[in-house]
């Protein structure tokens, strides 16, 4: 599985975007991009994936470069509630297999 | 839908015992993975199961196992327990059809393991 490199923390004020990278620059042609957040003292929350084509859903867009090398998880208005650990992920999602390669993440603070 | 529900939330026990873990997935999950979460190590996979089958194992001691039930229930099991096996334990639940490409994992709160 592809490694990836996060910045260790980063700020955002309450209501506006926080826009977290992540470098993944040995990634597959057959591996997804994968956004995991964890809130302290519970378990990892899933937030989105995406190939090669950029992603949205109700939390947050998911920006891919067009080499794949790197990708940009949008929260597009933080929240106090956003603050947490971000983990971005590149996995080989072939038959659904369950590991994960967790790296150190991003931990954002969202500040009023 | 109720989420991924494991029990018990807390746990304390003494250096060489044993612990049982158990973890109830979403319902329809077929694949039931196991994590642990130290400071020092952050987020590690331990084991997973689909169909009752161990499916991809981690780097962890044989004191560490696992086992799926019929009704895709998990438990994990930890033997001779030591002071490093104090950890948050997770477990996750994925759909895992072999047709989807991209079937995220759903994790639980998990059960946090003190060895005293």
């Known amino acids: 599985d592809a490694k990836t490199t996060q910045p260790p923390s980063m700020d955002c004020a309450e209501g506006r975007a926080a826009n977290l990278p992540c470098n993944h620059s040995?990634?597959?042609?057959?591996?997804?991009v994968y956004w995991y957040r964890q809130i302290h003292s519970q378990g990892p929350q899933y937030i989105i994936h995406g190939l090669k084509n950029n992603e949205t859903n109700e939390m947050a867009s998911l920006i891919i470069t067009e080499d794949r090398k790197s990708s940009t998880l949008i929260l597009p208005h933080a929240t106090l509630r956003d603050t947490a650990v971000y983990y971005c992920i590149v996995r080989v999602a072939l038959f659904g297999g369950g590991k994960l390669i967790f790296g150190q993440g991003t931990e954002l603070s969202v500040k009023p | 839908k109720a989420g991924v529900t494991q029990t018990p939330r807390y746990l304390i026990k003494t250096r060489g015992q044993q612990v049982t873990l158990s973890c109830s997935p979403i319902s329809g999950h077929r694949s039931v993975s196991w994590y642990q979460q130290t400071p020092g190590q952050g987020l590690q996979f331990l084991f997973e199961y689909f169909s009752e089958t161990q499916r991809n194992k981690g780097n962890f001691p044989g004191r560490f196992s696992g086992r799926q039930f019929s009704n895709s229930r998990s438990e994990m099991n930890v033997s001779t327990l030591e002071l490093g096996d104090s950890a948050l334990y997770l477990c996750a639940s994925s759909y895992s059809r072999n047709s989807d490409p991209g079937s995220p994992l759903h994790f639980g709160n998990g059960t946090r393991l003190t060895v005293t």
């Open positions: 040995t990634i597959s042609g057959n591996e997804y």
